[in-house]
């Protein structure tokens, strides 16, 4: 069972570049996250979606856009990537009928020069 | 400022020793869970709880959410070497299957 699957793994970009962040889940989850991480700053919460064809902003939007193409699959795109966007990324899914697990992929670590 | 709060930030104990994490808020939560994460690799669930002044046992750790679901506490009894890493607290909203995580604690354990 893959879970929750995300790519590119590693990532580095230049102040300017645009990139998409991929996440699939296969656990036919409702909801969908996307998060950053950095060092002393826990998960932060960027947008999520709550089912297929709605999504919301979280805690720290700006900067970023997310497509929920289908059930499976929401993507995070950095239209014009700037250094303090440098962090780790994590996907998550959870389907909160079943219960309030959330689910995480490996995490795509970026790097903006 | 985050949602949720986590003390203290880093740990650092003796195999043997007892420990308590503190995860606090001003927002009231439908649950409050708690994960641990592995360098490398997403965080992964430990526990669930969703009634204020519930107690959760899981072989070394209890988890406590607080009566008005502000605030919830881990407790490790002889903590192992196994049980180093980030320990995260995570409250989910009412509104909207919202989960916003804490600020983590990073716990190490000395063999």
């Known amino acids: 069972n893959a879970g929750v699957t995300q790519t590119p793994k590693f990532q580095v970009l230049k102040t300017g570049q645009s990139m998409t962040l991929q996440c699939a889940q296969d656990?036919?989850?409702?909801?969908m996250y996307w998060y950053r991480q950095d060092p002393g700053m826990g998960l932060r919460l960027i947008y999520y979606?709550?089912?297929?064809?709605?999504?919301d902003k979280g805690e720290v939007p700006n900067g970023y856009n997310v497509s929920r193409l289908n059930k499976r699959e929401f993507s995070l795109r950095l239209e014009s990537a700037a250094p303090s966007q440098t962090s780790v990324y994590f996907c998550?899914?959870?389907?909160?009928?079943?219960?309030?697990?959330?689910?995480f992929g490996q995490g795509t670590r970026l790097t903006v020069v | 400022t985050q949602l949720l709060e986590q003390s203290p930030q880093f740990l650092s104990i003796q195999e043997g020793e007892n420990l308590t994490v503190y995860c606090n808020s001003s927002?009231?939560?439908?649950?409050l869970q708690w994960y641990r994460q592995e360098p490398g690799e997403g965080p992964v669930l430990l526990v669930t709880?969703?009634?204020?002044?519930e107690v959760k046992k899981l072989k070394r750790l209890t988890f406590q959410f607080g009566d008005a679901r502000k605030d919830s506490s881990l407790h490790i009894t002889a903590a192992q070497p196994g049980d180093t890493g980030l320990y995260l607290c995570?409250?989910?909203?009412?509104?909207?299957?919202?989960?916003?995580f804490g600020t983590g604690t990073s716990l190490t354990v000395i063999p």
């Open positions: 656990m036919n989850h409702n909801s």
């Open positions: 979606s709550a089912s297929e064809g709605t999504t």
């Open positions: 998550a899914s959870s389907d909160t009928l079943q219960g309030y697990e959330a689910f």
């Open positions: 995570a409250g989910g909203l009412n509104t909207g299957n919202q989960f916003y």
């Open positions: 709880v969703v009634t204020g002044g």
């Open positions: 927002s009231v939560f439908s649950s």
